[in-house]
């Protein structure tokens, strides 16, 4: 019996020592991950994540007990001010207002199956278009709001159910080379005094139009 208490005796205390070195290992690789998942902040005594929402303070004092604080660094904040937009920030706002520069009369000769259609594009200085095709295959006239500005330009019929928005940029000799959900388009100004009689004139202006 004596022999068997020894062996109890010697078989608990390996059992201790081992679960005691378990526990250790274990709260090592415990540590060891929140070490490498997160940034010690010196300020804090914490260790915070990369995304700056939590924290963890294994060292914290009496004011409370160690554990994860929510909440937003306001260093960490501070130190990432300048990262970079995400491509959804980068996008432009929407235009407002008229650029006075391409207000007028605009005309542009689209090819087709059935021939060449000439169509007649009027921006007028209150922020409302006009638009009507004329010759073979010519598209439905609409008319509705216009806003563009710094090189980005909105179109919205309220005669049709058709919305356009892109890019623009006004080019010598009078060309408006605007680019939408059609394509890219050079549209060429008409005269002031030839405005009253553009429907009945034949022109011939470059075009470059994807349909």
Known sequence: METYRRIDGATLRGMRCIGTAAAITLGA???GCTASAQVYN???????????????????????????????DPCYLAQNAMRPCTPQQRQSPAPVGIDRNIVGTWELSVPNAQGVSRWVWQIRPDGSYDFHAEGPDAAPAHRGTFAASKGHYILNSTTMAWKDSGTYQLTANDTLVAKGLLGTGSWHRIQPTSVAASRNQPTNPSVNLKR
């Open 29 to 31: 690789i415990a540590l």
């Open 42 to 72: 010196p300020i804090t005594n914490c260790y915070d994540d990369t995304a700056g929402l939590t924290s963890f303070c294994p060292h914290a004092g009496p004011s409370g007990p160690a554990g994860p604080k929510v909440g937003y």
